[in-house]
């Protein structure tokens, strides 16, 4: 159980354009789901937190305007990464949490964005 | 802001001996500390997690010990193979605008050479 999935695990994009990246729990409701960026050779860094229904809340130094996040359903949250520029290239991961095991993060398993 | 202390960066060790790697956390309100290994390009694996009312907690070859009032939690991995090689990450909890969330160690790299 606690499965998380995640699509594309791969995208390569033109600079200027917008990649949208989909989490989903395939087997428990997620209450929030979390989306963190992680470059080469770093740590997971927090973007932002979402729950079902309402509004991200967003890290410090995270523009909100450019990282769109959806949260629609307690399955599914989205990504968009507007006007891609080459130094948003990189590793974005999601996870997700059920009320039933808090604190515990089931993560996907990534989605490698390249912005040329 | 609070932050989450790992070290070492890299650790190398040979076949069947043991690793320990070591974080610090800075939010004496922090309750759940887990940890991660994850290999190049995949997901982060929870590999054990501990909570704040237990002071040590095993798993196989594997241990993690939380010492409250030093703010600080240890990683333990007795008996390493060539496949324990990873990153590990730690996480520490703290209190997010809505809800809790994880804040991560830099992470170690570790090497276990047959």
């Known amino acids: 159980g606690a499965v998380v999935s995640q699509h594309p695990s791969r995208v390569i994009c033109k600079s200027g354009t917008s990649v949208k990246i989909e989490c989903r729990s395939l087997d428990f409701q997620a209450t929030t789901m979390f989306w963190y960026r992680q470059f080469p050779k770093q740590s997971l860094m927090l973007m932002a937190t979402s729950n079902e229904g309402s509004k991200a809340t967003y890290e410090q130094g995270v523009e909100k305007d450019k990282f769109l996040i959806n949260h629609a359903s307690l399955t599914l949250s989205t990504l968009t990464v507007t006007s891609a520029h080459p130094e948003d290239s990189s590793f974005y991961i999601c996870s997700a949490r059920s009320e039933e095991v808090y604190n515990e993060q089931f993560f996907g398993p990534g989605t490698r964005l390249t912005v040329l | 802001g609070e932050n989450v202390e790992q070290h070492p960066s890299t650790l190398s060790v040979q076949e069947g001996d043991s690793a320990v790697i070591k974080c610090t956390y800075s939010d004496s309100a922090s309750n759940y500390f887990p940890w991660y290994k994850q290999e190049l390009g995949k997901r982060p694996q929870l590999i054990i997690d501990i909570r704040s009312n237990v002071g040590e907690k095993k798993d196989q070859r594997i241990a993690v010990t939380l010492n409250k009032t030093a703010k600080h939690f240890s990683l333990h991995i007795t008996e390493t193979q060539p496949e324990d090689s990873a990153v590990y990450f730690c996480?520490?909890?703290?209190?997010?605008?809505?809800?809790?969330?994880?804040?991560f160690g830099t992470g170690t790299r570790l090497q276990v050479f047959p």
């Open positions: 996480a520490a909890s703290i209190e997010g605008e809505n809800t809790d969330k994880l804040i």
